[in-house]
């Protein structure tokens, strides 16, 4: 149902309030909620790869015909770098008649476009979003008015004030109900968890902001799973990754190598968990150090949700619920002198890992065009990728906040495979060779592989990996080698301080039983972790952050979540006085063990005994 | 006598060998094809197997032309793959009858000796996506992406089917050719090998006999082991052998520098065998405050085991150390101490 009311003055005056990502026909737009916590709000995006996408449309009703004036809350994505002009174009349309007003193109941050006034004819009229390019236009919401004292609010942090004045979303938040556990994060250490505390008798709710489960191996990033299962100490862990996980391995492959409705389904199969798709977490209500409530809102409704447990798991990635719950973090590269580790920089700075924006073109029968664009980077044979595919290292953002700067990070990311595609397409002295190549996929949602660590009452360091320093609460095996990415030299060369493309280095080492105390908060008395926002140093994340490795520490969790309701404890509690239990959980497992373990790809190169 | 050409790793440089087909066979293995091939152990000066050698001589098709490789195949002691040989007026070839390139005789040789190749997975008819267009690819269906990383260009099928005769069935008969074959000078040459592979081979496959005759080195090659070994071999070990001097004193050398996964393996054995007052006052001794589950497991295997003095004892560490104690421990220490009635008030509760 699309949220529209009618907020009148006391002058009888008319503000009409839209939000686009409630639009009833989203046509060929995309819903955009990365960055919602920064810009306030989600948003509709034409991502068409350079092929202008179908409309979207909303009934609209007005109290009164009359003279209007409009406001559209957008930005021109790419000024940031270019001065031509914007990639994002787009018009309104009022009953299908376009309206002259272009949009995406007068200021670089989000702000509201004066739109002028309008006659509306009709108390009920169709309002359609005309995308002119196909290249990512953005529109997060529209006011209509006609209150000549009116001026739409530019602070993200009045204009949330007044949205839900104006919804009542806050006024009338949803009780999710009582759970034993809330998992934040839907990616594959969530969905993990989620399925593991339930199969262990866990009253569940999983949250996740995206419309399907998987996170960066869901096929809105399309990531392939890494890491190896199955390992000692605890063989069994890693069933329930290999139940769920797709057969197939690769990186920007086509949709179905993803097998989104895989792990739907198995979440969708355990009675003891209520999913939240669609969800974006944002509020935090703590009370002593302990989590009382999370608050998440419906990124296409609005509507704010209330959940309430005993027990929390930042799965996020970002470690949003521990930020929000006040819960110590770390962020960038931690100094030589922090954990003493030899691949610590002397001096400690920002440089993360940064986000994969990838992609892939497929061969037509016959000639394809892709337009010459103007608005992107300045591009010559040197900087020309002779490619139909950028995989992993197409990865942007090292050195920039992964949650305030990701807009940018994202765009910068889509900005890079457009400039190199449209002068393959138009330019290169090879274009011969792409001219039937049609770009089929870019991702929108970018992979993230790094941005803030939670600190536990333990931090997973270097030394502990490459000495195998096991401790005694040791639980999901990482094995993948300690694998820190930097920007390419020689992109680095070709855009200084503005590389697109990263190189690995690795280092190698044995299996790894990643201790208890990472897993969960030193400081929130209640929260649990798994995924790349565990407790480690920025080098030991190099190793734990593969995909496998965190559904494990998933499982891990679900298990942990067990113990913790039988025996009314904290995860602290668990360590300090049941962790036997865990212990006889995780030998057992938690997953089909009669799968057979048919994901051969991307293991990694881990110093793997053999055990003839 | 034929001479050939050997392709080492690397060195890609040639040495004669000698291969003597009519040479008496130690064991044959069967092929996919259903062809078999001979393997013959090949003995050091001291009379002990060095490696294993095989001429293979097997149907290759590339893409419906098929060709017989004539190759020499050697493995070492425990069945793992070393490298080939090459008849010389016999080379390899890809599709369309190109020879082999000296870089397409060093990737095969990488090839056969990989563990972690994801091709050698898919079954044969599986390797290639059928298309009705002629030549995609060079063959009449292009090689699947994940496939096409891993193989030779133009010589899937023969990297295929070489593999998994390197790997296949020929690994098992080898080790069971050197188990049979195990005796306490093999056994030392193994072991000198320091390799960790050799190693697990040998926990694996020695009987109670050879364990107990070679105790000494076995635990030697806990100290210098890596990874998962000492657990691993620990949990090998034959019980009884726990109630030997050499174990005994093996962990009481050396117990608080091992993981806690090879402890704990430790512990689990020695649940089912008599415990050496000696042994007993050593894990007493391991209770202290700075573990804590760890704690739990030791109080309970001890409270399993009370020979003599060991219980009082016990009770004596857990008082003046105030250590706490499970509560399933508890209930037993207090069911134990019905016999003994001293003083257990102070034990505090975990």
Redesign the interface.
């Known amino acids: 149902m699309l949220f529209l009311q009618v907020f009148a003055n006391a002058q009888k005056h008319t503000t009409l309030f839209i939000e686009t990502e409630s639009f009833e026909n989203k046509g060929g737009w995309v819903i955009d909620q990365q960055f919602m916590d920064v810009m306030g709000s989600s948003f509709l995006m034409a991502h068409g790869m350079g092929i202008p996408v179908a409309d979207a449309s909303t009934k609209v009703s007005f109290p009164n015909k009359g003279t209007y004036h409009v406001y559209v809350r957008t930005r021109n994505w790419s000024s940031q770098w270019s001065k031509a002009e914007a990639a994002g174009l787009f018009q309104l349309a009022i009953d299908g008649k376009p309206l002259a007003k272009i949009y995406g193109k007068d200021h670089a941050d989000w702000a509201w476009t004066d739109g002028g006034e309008i006659t509306i004819a009709n108390k009920e009229i169709i309002l359609s979003l005309k995308d002119l390019t196909g290249f990512n236009g953005r529109c997060d919401a529209i006011i209509f008015t006609n209150d000549p004292l009116f001026k739409p609010v530019e602070s993200i942090k009045i204009l949330n004030e007044f949205r839900n004045t104006y919804f009542g979303f806050d006024r009338n938040p949803r009780d999710a109900g009582e759970f034993d556990f809330v998992i934040v994060g839907g990616g594959l250490a969530g969905t993990c968890a989620a399925i593991s505390a339930a199969r262990n008798g866990v009253k569940v709710a999983l949250i996740q902001n995206r419309p399907l489960l998987g996170g960066n191996n869901s096929s809105e990033v399309r990531v392939h799973l890494g890491g190896r299962i199955n390992l000692?100490?605890y063989p069994a862990l890693g069933n329930l990754v290999n139940e769920i996980g797709p057969d197939?391995?690769?990186n920007a492959q086509p949709k179905s190598y993803y097998e989104d409705d895989k792990k739907l389904n198995a979440v969708l199969n355990e009675p003891n968990i209520s999913l939240f798709l669609n969800h974006h977490a944002n509020k935090v209500e703590t009370e002593n150090g302990t989590i009382k409530r999370v608050f998440a809102t419906n990124i296409e409704t609005g509507e704010k949700v209330i959940f309430k447990a005993p027990l929390f798991a930042d799965c996020t990635g970002d470690g949003t619920i521990g930020r929000l719950a006040g819960a110590e973090y770390m962020t960038g590269r931690e100094s030589k002198s922090v954990y003493n580790e030899p691949t610590a920089p002397e001096v400690g700075d920002n440089l993360t890992m940064g986000a994969s924006v990838q992609w892939f073109s497929e061969k037509k029968e016959d000639a394809v065009t892709f337009p010459e664009i103007k608005w992107g980077m300045e591009w010559d044979e040197a900087k020309s990728e002779e490619i139909t595919k950028g995989d992993w290292e197409w990865e942007t953002g090292m050195g920039l906040d992964m949650t305030l700067d990701f807009e940018q990070i994202r765009d910068y990311g889509m900005l890079a495979v457009y400039s190199n595609w449209s002068y393959l397409k138009n330019k290169s002295v090879n274009k011969a060779k792409f001219a039937n190549e049609s770009l089929r996929w870019v991702a929108y949602i970018a992979g993230k592989r790094e941005s803030a660590r939670l600190k536990g009452d333990y931090v997973l360091r270097e030394q502990d990996l490459t000495e195998?320093l096991?401790?005694?609460d040791?639980t999901a095996p990482t094995s993948w080698t300690i694998d820190l990415h930097y920007p390419d030299p020689e992109n680095s060369k070709l855009f200084p301080g503005a590389a697109f493309k990263s190189i690995a280095k690795h280092i190698k080492i044995?299996?790894y039983p990643i201790p208890f105390r990472c897993l969960y908060s030193k400081n929130i008395n209640n929260l649990m972790m798994a995924g790349r926002d565990i407790s480690v140093s920025h080098v030991a994340l190099g190793t734990v952050r593969l995909m496998r490795t965190c559904g494990m520490m998933g499982e891990v969790l679900g298990m942990a979540a067990s113990v913790c309701k039988k025996e009314n404890t904290n995860p602290r509690g668990l360590y300090?006085?049941h962790?036997?239990q865990l212990e006889a959980l995780m030998i057992t497992g938690v997953g089909n063990p009669n799968i057979p373990n048919t994901q051969?790809?991307n293991?990694g190169g881990t110093?793997m005994?053999?055990?003839? | 006598m034929k001479l050939i050409f050997s392709i080492f790793l690397c060195l890609f440089c040639s040495s004669f060998l000698i291969y003597d087909h009519q040479e008496r066979a130690d064991f044959e293995v069967g092929m996919q094809n259903g062809g078999l091939f001979k393997v013959i152990a090949l003995h050091d000066k001291h009379g002990l197997i060095d490696t294993y050698r095989a001429n293979i001589v097997a149907p290759v098709c590339e893409d419906r032309v098929c060709y017989d490789v004539n190759l020499i195949f050697n493995w070492n002691l425990?069945?793992e793959f070393i490298d080939f040989g090459i008849l010389s007026e016999e080379p390899l070839t890809k599709l369309d009858h190109i020879p082999f390139l000296p870089e397409d005789y060093q990737k095969l040789q990488n090839i056969l000796r990989n563990?972690?190749l994801?091709f050698v997975?898919i079954p044969a008819a599986e390797l290639v996506i059928k298309s009705d267009k002629p030549k995609l690819d060079g063959y009449s269906g292009a090689t699947k992406?994940?496939v096409k990383k891993e193989v030779i260009e133009g010589a899937l099928y023969t990297c295929y089917t070489l593999w998994h005769i390197a790997n296949g069935a020929v690994v098992d008969s080898i080790?069971n050719s050197t188990k049979s074959a195990l005796d306490k000078e093999l056994i030392a040459k193994i072991i000198n090998q320091r390799s960790?592979?050799?190693n697990?081979?040998l926990i694996?496959h020695l009987d109670l006999t050879s364990y107990t005759e070679n105790i000494d080195a076995i635990l030697s090659l806990m100290t210098q082991s890596?990874?998962?070994?000492s657990?691993?071999a620990f949990e090998r070990i034959p019980e009884t052998l726990f109630e030997s001097k050499s174990v005994r004193d093996y962990i009481i050398s050396n117990y608080v520098n091992l993981?806690?996964?090879t402890q704990k393996a430790i512990l689990k054995k020695l649940e089912k065998v008599k415990h050496h007052p000696e042994l007993s006052r050593f894990l007493i001794g391991q209770i202290n405050r700075t573990?804590?589950?760890?704690n739990?497991?030791l109080i309970a295997l001890l409270l399993h085991h009370l020979e003599g003095e060991t219980f009082l004892g016990l009770v004596t560490n857990l008082k003046e150390n105030s250590i706490p104690v499970?509560d399933e421990n508890l209930e037993e220490i207090k069911k134990i101490n019905e016999a003994y009635q001293i003083n257990i008030s102070e034990i505090d509760e975990?």
């Open positions: 000692e100490p197939e391995g690769g195998r096991v401790y005694p040791g044995y299996p300090q006085k962790f036997d051969d790809y293991k110093l005994e053999i055990k003839n | 425990i069945g563990q972690n994801s997975k992406e994940t080790k960790q592979t050799n697990y081979f694996n890596k990874g998962y070994f657990k691993n993981d806690y996964y573990n804590t589950f760890q739990q497991k499970s975990l």
